[in-house]
């Protein structure tokens, strides 16, 4: 399932901001993994994506809950603001083939690009779960070499952040189905530069 949750504010997508959001989304990923995982993330400016895996549709709304919950009580104590996070309802795409969940995953790896006022040198998204990612084609975490990050930022602020040093854990994010772990790598694995697609239905 592609998940969409829209917020009323825009700094999701900072170097103070997002340390906070990428620890509410392991938190939350970790709280009921037999039943709802969470395998892909990526942090935009006033959205997050999510590839996620449910048992069923009760984990599924429950799990999507548990997360929309988590990220607004974190960010919401951190910036010291009250009242609803979230603009309206999640919303949630079923993906049901190795195409679609192949098309959701560069979607919602890439969807940086998408945003970008300029063409981006290829590489990964720093805010978002890429790192932990197995599927690029040129480049890979166990190789031991850095990630090639397409965008200048400031990723050791955000290493060094104590919400960074528990959402280390790419455990956390590795997909249990066969459409996410293996059936999507049917149509290739991902390129450090690719795109989501012009005519892609994602939102």
């Given at each position: 399932m592609h998940v969409t949750l829209r917020a009323r504010i825009a700094p999701l997508r900072s170097q103070f901001v997002f340390p906070t959001v990428r620890l509410a989304l392991v938190r939350a990923a970790r709280r009921a993994p037999d039943r709802f995982r969470i395998v892909h993330f990526s942090v935009q400016r006033d959205h997050v994506h999510l590839v996620v895996e449910a048992a069923d549709k009760r984990a599924l709304s429950s799990g999507v809950r548990s997360v929309a919950i988590r990220i607004a009580l974190?960010?919401?104590?951190?910036?010291?603001?009250?009242?609803?996070?979230?603009?309206?309802?999640?919303?949630?795409?079923?993906?049901?083939?190795?195409?679609e969940v192949r098309a959701a995953i560069v979607y919602v790896l890439a969807n940086f690009r998408k945003h970008a006022r300029r063409t981006l040198r290829p590489g990964l998204d720093p805010y978002s779960?890429?790192?932990?990612?197995?599927?690029?084609?040129?480049?890979?975490?166990?190789?031991?070499?850095?990630?090639?990050?397409?965008?200048?930022?400031?990723?050791?602020?955000?290493?060094?952040?104590?919400?960074?040093?528990?959402?280390?854990?790419?455990?956390?994010?590795?997909?249990?189905?066969?459409?996410?772990?293996?059936?999507?790598?049917?149509?290739?694995?991902?390129?450090?530069?690719?795109?989501?697609?012009?005519?892609?239905?994602?939102?």
């Open positions: 974190y960010v919401n104590a951190l910036l010291s603001r009250e009242g609803p996070l979230w603009a309206d309802r999640w919303h949630g795409r079923p993906l049901a083939s190795p195409r779960s890429a790192a932990w990612f197995d599927g690029f084609r040129e480049w890979h975490a166990e190789t031991g070499v850095p990630p090639p990050f397409a965008e200048r930022a400031r990723w050791d602020v955000a290493r060094r952040s104590a919400a960074a040093v528990e959402a280390g854990c790419a455990a956390d994010f590795e997909p249990k189905t066969w459409l996410a772990e293996r059936g999507w790598r049917r149509y290739g694995l991902v390129g450090l530069g690719e795109s989501p697609a012009r005519d892609s239905v994602h939102k």
